[in-house]
């Protein structure tokens, strides 16, 4: 277990069209939410459904693939890793946010129009 790296694995629905921007020398920034969800039963035997909300990001390659082909709604498997950055918000106070770096993805359901 030496060799354990920094991975996440998402199956999920993508919350609304990505955002996309494009950079000098052909570099993309794609972002998008990532809704995944998990159910189970309460001590009642009732169906609880929990959704958790993941921000992912991805870069040149990847991003004109987002850009082409994601959409709300697409269903997606993505890998990527996990990255913690903070940065200072308008008003100056210091704000921290964890972001799933993606390096493939690939879909479910549906092939993408």
């Not at 629905?13 to 921007?21: I, T």
């Not at 998990?38 to 991003?63: D, M």
């Not at 008003?91 to 921290?96: C, I, L, N, S, V």
Request: hydrophobic fraction near 35%.
């Amino acid at each position: 277990m030496s060799d354990l790296k920094n991975r996440v694995s998402l199956i999920g629905h993508v919350g609304a069209d990505p955002e996309v921007k494009s950079f000098d020398a052909n570099g993309k920034l794609a972002k998008f939410s990532l809704a995944t969800n998990e159910s189970y039963k309460n001590a009642k035997g009732e169906r609880i459904t929990e959704t958790q909300w993941h921000n992912v990001v991805a870069w040149n390659g990847l991003a004109g693939l987002i850009e082409n082909y994601v959409k709300k709604g697409s269903y997606l498997v993505l890998e990527g890793k996990l990255v913690n950055r903070s940065y200072e918000d308008k008003e100056g106070k210091k704000r921290y946010i964890t972001e799933i770096v993606a390096n493939d993805l690939n879909f479910l359901g549906a092939k993408p129009n």
